[in-house]
């Protein structure tokens, strides 16, 4: 049966639609324009690619293949996407496009990419297309040496090279993507299947509503004051507050950053291999304000597998960047790292420090390069630098307790804590008054008269008491 492949223009009613095709181009901060310009040319090919201003950045049409009738949903990852904003591109993705750009050095995080689309789309069968861009003066085809070993690892990946004359060629090959995920991931019997759930759970919802009437209750969302206050804990004589930081680094140097959590943690004699990535005794920092800081030092740890659970970032106020001198991926996977704490730390004050090891005479990165990076960020945030060597383990302590000061100034003034404290219920001098009076009396306790002894030898038991009572008051 040959397979046919149309793109209806009629409309077509969201309940229509039997199945979903994802695709989503991703890359470095470089190749947005080129990426946003690859999205609507496949969208529709006569576009004109310098109007690009004011389009968005996804597209969505009506493919059917073999007579089935699906959404074609086309979108490029948002680089300048804000921390308060929640934002997971990668989720449910059937075909991944990492483009890189010939011309610089953004050919260097392809893997990265990869790997980041792996972890968060949850399908094990996404398609991946590595897309060298390229202009008509450096008109390349041979295949860079960071492509090839990566097409050894995982065969199933397929290279591309596009520019404006071979814009066709691409859109045919993504075609062939669409056809192949449909005879091989959604067939006709997961298509059905897939209808006949749906169609259930709308029955049983609708029943639902129809029996019970439920009440939902919602709740203003919390700011970034209600967020910071679960690190602080108020006991009698002091306040407790924690502070986490996270250790991060490609996992080439993971032995490096548990080098240095350990000496932060504990001491530096201490053999890191004692301690996973997570599970160090905080350590704490008394200040003459009353106040204790509880500082928690960890790792990320790379050990978790594609698509598990894994939120290292949860309350995280201080990051630690860590990168080795003589392996450049390390140095350039900084910024990667930097915009994934950007994402998923849930405070938006988080401060940075970035550490640097194994220089030498021969080191593949530079001080510019470091400075450079440095200079990436406002003047206002600019993190600390430091070049460690195990000569100088106690200005690096020195380095980080002053880092967890800072952080502890700016997070968690004196006013912020007056505000988070507390307030005791206020009790009137009425009311403690009566609750007073009521102890007194409730005090004297009541004569109790068991059965052996008769109602008239107590009376008699009694006259005797209040005269001997009578009789000591006038002694004295």
Same mark, same amino acid.
């Given at each position: 049966?040959?397979?046919?492949?149309?793109?209806?223009?009629?409309?077509?009613?969201?309940?229509?639609?039997?199945?979903?095709?994802?695709?989503?181009?991703?890359?470095?901060?470089?190749? =947005?324009?080129?990426?946003?310009?690859?999205?609507?040319?496949?969208?529709?090919?006569?576009?004109?690619?310098?109007?690009?201003?004011?389009?968005?950045?996804?597209?969505?049409?009506?493919?059917?293949?073999?007579?089935?009738?699906?959404?074609?949903?086309?979108?490029?990852?948002?680089?300048?996407?804000?921390?308060?904003?929640?934002?997971?591109?990668?989720?449910?993705?059937?075909?991944?496009?990492?483009?890189?750009? &010939?011309?610089?050095?953004?050919?260097?995080?392809?893997?990265?990419?990869?790997?980041?689309?792996?972890?968060?789309?949850?399908?094990?069968?996404?398609?991946?297309?590595?897309?060298?861009?390229?202009?008509?003066?450096?008109?390349?085809?041979?295949?860079?040496?960071?492509?090839?070993?990566?097409?050894?690892?995982?065969?199933?990946?397929?290279?591309?090279?596009?520019?404006?004359?071979?814009?066709?060629?691409?859109?045919?090959?993504?075609?062939?993507?669409?056809?192949?995920?449909?005879?091989?991931?959604?067939?006709?019997?997961?298509?059905?299947?897939?209808?006949?759930?749906?169609?259930?759970?709308?029955?049983?919802?609708?029943?639902?509503?129809?029996?019970?009437?439920?009440?939902?209750?919602?709740?203003?969302?919390?700011?970034?004051?209600?967020?910071?206050?679960?690190?602080?804990? &108020?006991?009698?004589?002091?306040?407790?507050?924690?502070?986490?930081?996270?250790?991060?680094?490609?996992?080439?140097?993971?032995?490096?950053?548990?080098?240095?959590?350990?000496?932060?943690?504990?001491?530096?004699?201490?053999?890191?291999?004692?301690?996973?990535?997570?599970?160090?005794?905080?350590?704490?920092?008394?200040?003459?304000?009353?106040?204790?800081?509880?500082?928690?030092?960890?790792?990320?740890?790379?050990?978790?597998?594609?698509?598990?659970?894994?939120?290292?970032? =949860?309350?995280?106020?201080?990051?630690?960047?860590?990168?080795?001198?003589?392996?450049?991926?390390?140095?350039?996977?900084?910024?990667?790292?930097?915009?994934?704490?950007?994402?998923?730390?849930?405070?938006?004050?988080?401060?940075?420090?970035?550490?640097?090891?194994?220089?030498?005479?021969?080191?593949?990165?530079?001080?510019?390069?470091?400075?450079?990076?440095?200079?990436?960020?406002?003047?206002?945030?600019?993190?600390?630098?430091?070049?460690?060597?195990?000569?100088?383990?106690?200005?690096?302590?020195?380095?980080?307790?002053? &880092?967890?000061?800072?952080?502890?100034?700016?997070? =968690?003034?004196?006013?912020?804590?007056?505000?988070?404290?507390?307030?005791?219920?206020?009790?009137?001098?009425?009311?403690?008054?009566?609750?007073?009076?009521?102890?007194?009396?409730?005090?004297?306790?009541?004569?109790? =008269?068991?059965?052996?002894?008769?109602?008239?030898?107590?009376?008699?038991?009694?006259?005797?008491?209040?005269?001997?009572?009578?009789?000591?008051?006038?002694?004295?």
């Amino acid at each position: 049966m040959k397979t046919t492949i149309n793109y209806p223009t009629t409309v077509i009613s969201e309940k229509d639609y039997e199945y979903t095709i994802k695709l989503l181009f991703v890359g470095d901060i470089s190749t =947005f324009q080129q990426r946003k310009s690859l999205l609507w040319q496949t969208y529709k090919r006569n576009l004109n690619s310098q109007n690009l201003s004011n389009l968005p950045l996804q597209t969505s049409s009506t493919i059917e293949i073999n007579g089935r009738i699906g959404k074609l949903i086309c979108s490029t990852y948002d680089n300048f996407v804000g921390r308060e904003t929640s934002y997971f591109p990668f989720k449910g993705i059937n075909i991944l496009c990492v483009v890189f750009d &010939f011309s610089n050095d953004s050919i260097k995080n392809i893997g990265n990419w990869i790997e980041e689309g792996k972890r968060f789309s949850g399908n094990k069968k996404m398609n991946i297309l590595i897309i060298g861009l390229y202009d008509n003066l450096l008109n390349s085809t041979n295949t860079p040496t960071e492509v090839s070993d990566i097409l050894l690892k995982d065969t199933t990946i397929q290279f591309y090279t596009y520019n404006k004359s071979t814009t066709l060629n691409l859109l045919n090959e993504l075609e062939q993507c669409y056809i192949q995920i449909r005879l091989n991931d959604l067939t006709d019997d997961v298509i059905d299947k897939q209808i006949a759930k749906e169609r259930e759970y709308k029955q049983r919802r609708t029943i639902s509503q129809t029996g019970v009437l439920s009440k939902t209750f919602s709740s203003p969302p919390m700011n970034q004051g209600d967020k910071k206050r679960a690190l602080i804990v &108020f006991n009698k004589s002091e306040i407790v507050i924690t502070i986490k930081t996270i250790i991060v680094g490609d996992s080439c140097i993971s032995d490096f950053s548990r080098r240095l959590c350990t000496g932060l943690s504990l001491d530096w004699n201490t053999s890191f291999s004692l301690y996973s990535f997570d599970n160090y005794p905080p350590k704490l920092l008394q200040l003459d304000d009353g106040k204790t800081l509880k500082l928690r030092t960890y790792v990320y740890d790379h050990s978790f597998r594609k698509g598990a659970s894994y939120t290292p970032y =949860f309350n995280v106020l201080g990051v630690i960047l860590c990168f080795d001198y003589q392996k450049s991926d390390t140095f350039a996977n900084l910024m990667n790292w930097y915009n994934e704490t950007l994402r998923y730390c849930n405070l938006k004050s988080t401060h940075y420090i970035i550490v640097g090891f194994n220089k030498s005479n021969n080191s593949t990165v530079t001080d510019d390069d470091v400075q450079g990076f440095v200079n990436f960020f406002p003047m206002n945030k600019r993190p600390r630098f430091f070049y460690f060597e195990e000569s100088k383990t106690h200005e690096f302590d020195l380095l980080f307790e002053e &880092f967890c000061l800072e952080i502890n100034a700016m997070e =968690f003034s004196q006013p912020y804590l007056d505000e988070c404290k507390p307030q005791k219920e206020d009790v009137s001098k009425t009311r403690l008054q009566s609750g007073r009076s009521q102890r007194t009396h409730s005090c004297a306790p009541t004569p109790q =008269f068991t059965s052996s002894h008769k109602p008239d030898e107590s009376k008699t038991l009694i006259k005797q008491a209040q005269y001997k009572k009578e009789k000591d008051c006038v002694l004295f």
